[in-house]
């Protein structure tokens, strides 16, 4: 029976998270729902660089990951997949994403977990609050 027809994995290319996509994509398999991977960074400049060419480096990181990604797991898995790169929050950009895509289900890894707690003192609190399809997370040692 088909639950889900999008599921989206929240990254940030971590060993855990690429060990968690590959469960993300064993699910996305059997129910033959298409997999959208969300990529999202934050703008926090180092004073280094401008913001422009810091933006450019954080979203061409991102690209570069997902190249591989798309490389080692995605191109032969028979899954249709969407990757997303984009400014903000974690828990912000899932929200939207689920919002604007009519996500199904939405599996998080241990390390986006962390992220979010890291990032916002309340973003997983939040994200559960407002979620508008189930969530599953992922232990780091599945």
Same mark, same amino acid.
């Given at each position: 029976m088909k639950?889900?027809?999008?599921?989206?994995?929240?990254?940030?290319?971590?060993?855990?998270?690429?060990?968690?996509?590959?469960?993300?994509?064993?699910?996305?398999?059997?129910?033959?729902?298409?997999? &959208?991977?969300?990529?999202?960074?934050?703008? &926090?400049?180092? *004073?280094?660089?401008?913001?422009?060419?810091?933006?450019?480096?954080?979203?061409?990181?991102?690209?570069?990951?997902?190249?591989? =990604?798309?490389?080692?797991?995605?191109?032969?898995?028979? =899954? *249709?997949?969407?990757y997303l790169s984009e400014v903000g929050f974690i828990e912000d950009r899932i929200l939207a994403t689920v919002n604007e895509n009519d996500v199904d289900l939405v599996v998080i890894c241990d390390s986006v977990h962390k992220a979010i707690k890291s990032q916002n003192k309340y973003g997983n609190e939040r994200l559960l609050k407002r979620i508008s399809c189930p969530l599953m997370m992922v232990p780091a040692d599945l």
């Amino acid at each position: 029976m088909k639950l889900y027809k999008k599921i989206l994995y929240p990254t940030d290319f971590s060993e855990n998270s690429i060990r968690t996509m590959d469960y993300a994509l064993r699910v996305s398999k059997d129910q033959n729902a298409e997999l &959208i991977l969300l990529y999202a960074y934050r703008l &926090i400049n180092n *004073g280094n660089s401008d913001h422009i060419s810091h933006r450019n480096n954080l979203a061409e990181h991102g690209w570069k990951n997902y190249e591989a =990604v798309n490389k080692e797991l995605l191109a032969d898995s028979e =899954v *249709g997949y969407t990757y997303l790169s984009e400014v903000g929050f974690i828990e912000d950009r899932i929200l939207a994403t689920v919002n604007e895509n009519d996500v199904d289900l939405v599996v998080i890894c241990d390390s986006v977990h962390k992220a979010i707690k890291s990032q916002n003192k309340y973003g997983n609190e939040r994200l559960l609050k407002r979620i508008s399809c189930p969530l599953m997370m992922v232990p780091a040692d599945l």
